[in-house]
């Protein structure tokens, strides 16, 4: 059966699809900004907030140290990263159904939704990296060089792992509505099971397979040490590359094969 | 020359799309499911064809729920036919809603940047109809104002004043013709007349039956996913006011 449209619009180059993101993205920041007085601080308090909730409970009441680092520095190094994480993936099956009238009234590549709002999230993380710098010279540590490359290294990575996984369950989310409070309990779990409140070295080794084998373990666990020790480790690069491929495949697999539906179903 | 050629396009819809009876259930009855998902359809458009040449003025006339806008959705390429083929040459303006993408805490003139950028314009490009677009609109004193201070017909006539600044090939118009006051109405038909003197083609779905019998040169009659009849305006009209 032929089923094939050859619908031939006008030509979209890169300089189009790169208008439309920009355009995009600048909405998202206004529209956050706009009407808040704090604006900035907000995106810096949340993440702030339960580094302190952890570090009272875990820290204080329960004597939790990690060998090498003040905890709160310690905290505050895996917990940006890992916000924009959970921000991004956590609002990726909203995503296009929140935009249901652009995907039904206006013709535009529709991934282009998801890589607007995971750069959003982006320049968020990013926004934070001053107030890691200040925790670290608060605890008499100083940067590295390193973050020069790391920093960008580390952010495309993420940027990959994050959209890729994004696409996926916000494509899967147009036809399986549940999948959206699935993917909440999913991150909430996800997130005792990395190392960002605890490192790996206080897990006993015979558990050390299990985190080996978490997706998004070996990115928290290289901005952690490119945050707090300079150093930007080859392995944990390479693995979080792997899984950033990984992520951007499989992401971009379910789209194509999903969105010539998306119209009709948002 | 055919700018829009479909073949033989079906559309069908499943009745259900989601599962009603929970999962155990649904899981339960699972080959049921399967059964009444598959014979539960309806078709949107069943073996449409239709042709439009460069510059025609073709009206999409028929009671709610004909599969009037499904064929503009196909045309504008947001949805996709079952079977048969959709083409279209040039570059299709799909005005199936007003002010696509606009942000009520945006002011007017960010969301006509965000509008024409939505609607397929480069940023570049925006900027350059700016001041044409703003004329048009006859908005000036409120484009600094966020639009939820704007009323509704105020948000149209933004919505409209860029649509009709994307230089399009082919205009696909979704009942919004009628927008603003009389004076702003008559600007748009203006507007719309300047097009059709440059050629652009059009394809417009109204109730406004004197919309259509003004602006088209040719009239398709839908009723339930079929073509009923199509030729001169007045006499499919006469047909359909007779149904």
New interface residues.
């Given amino acids: 059966?032929?089923?094939?449209?050859?619908?031939?619009?006008?030509a979209r180059p890169l300089?189009?699809l790169v208008?439309?993101i920009?355009?995009?993205v600048q909405?998202d920041m206004?529209?956050r900004y706009?009407?808040s007085w704090l604006g900035y601080a907000w995106s810096v308090a949340n993440p702030l907030l339960f580094t302190v909730v952890y570090y009272i409970a875990l820290g204080v009441f329960l004597r939790f140290e990690i060998p090498g680092y003040p905890y709160p520095l310690f905290l505050i190094a895996g917990q940006f990263p890992w916000q924009w994480l959970a921000s991004s993936i956590g609002g990726g099956p909203m995503a296009f159904i929140n935009n249901a009238?652009?995907?039904?009234?206006?013709?535009?590549p529709r991934n282009i939704i998801i890589v607007s709002t995971v750069l959003g999230d982006a320049i968020h993380f990013l926004l934070t990296i001053p107030v890691t710098l200040l925790v670290l010279l608060w605890y008499g540590r100083t940067p590295s060089w390193s973050w020069i490359p790391g920093i960008p290294l580390l952010v495309l990575a993420q940027f990959l792992t994050v959209y890729g996984a994004a696409l996926a369950v916000a494509s899967v989310n147009v036809f399986v509505?549940d999948l959206e409070r699935l993917v909440a309990l999913f991150i909430q779990a996800l997130f005792f099971l990395t190392p960002v409140i605890y490192s790996v070295h206080v897990v006993p080794v015979q558990y050390h397979v299990w985190i080996k084998l978490n997706p998004v373990a070996p990115l928290i666990r290289a901005w952690q040490k490119l945050l707090l020790d300079g150093y930007l480790d080859p392995l944990l690069v390479g693995a979080a590359y792997l899984s950033a491929v990984a992520c951007l495949v499989v992401g971009t697999l379910v789209y194509r094969a999903l969105s010539?539906?998306f119209?009709?179903?948002v | 020359m055919i700018v829009i050629r479909l073949d033989r396009v079906r559309k069908e819809?499943p009745r259900h799309?989601?599962l009603t009876r929970g999962l155990k259930q649904s899981l339960l009855h699972l080959p049921d499911l399967i059964r009444s998902m598959s014979a539960d359809r309806f078709f949107a458009l069943d073996d449409i064809s239709v042709e439009v040449q460069k510059g025609e003025a073709v009206g999409i006339i028929g009671a709610n729920g004909s599969g009037k806008s499904t064929l503009l959705?196909?045309i504008?390429?947001?949805?996709?036919?079952?079977?048969?083929?959709?083409?279209?040459?040039?570059?299709?303006a799909?005005l199936?809603?007003l002010g696509?993408?606009f942000?009520y805490?945006?002011t007017g003139y960010?969301n006509i940047?965000?509008n024409g950028?939505?609607?397929?314009l480069?940023?570049r490009e925006v900027a350059a109809r700016l001041e044409a677009i703003v004329a048009f609109s006859g908005l000036e004193s409120s484009l600094n104002e966020?639009l939820r201070t704007y009323s509704s017909g105020m948000v149209a006539r933004l919505g409209f004043s860029v649509a009709v600044h994307l230089d399009p090939d082919i205009l696909l118009i979704d009942e919004i013709l009628a927008v603003g006051d009389t004076h702003f109405q008559a600007r748009c038909y203006d507007r719309l007349d300047e097009f059709r003197r440059q050629g652009t083609t059009f394809v417009i779905v109204s109730h406004a039956l004197s919309e259509i019998r003004y602006l088209c040169d040719r009239v398709v009659w839908l009723a339930g996913g079929k073509i009923m009849m199509q030729g001169k305006p007045d006499e499919v009209i006469a047909a359909y006011e007779k149904s």
């Fill in positions: 059966m032929a089923t094939q449209a050859v619908v031939t619009p006008s300089a189009y208008d439309l920009l355009v995009l909405k206004k529209v706009k009407s009238s652009l995907i039904k009234k206006v013709r535009f509505r010539p539906r119209a009709e179903l | 819809y799309r989601h959705g196909l504008a390429g947001v949805i996709g036919p079952q079977s048969g083929t959709v083409e279209v040459r040039g570059r299709v799909p199936l809603e696509a993408g942000h805490e945006l960010e940047v965000l950028v939505l609607m397929g480069t940023r966020p």
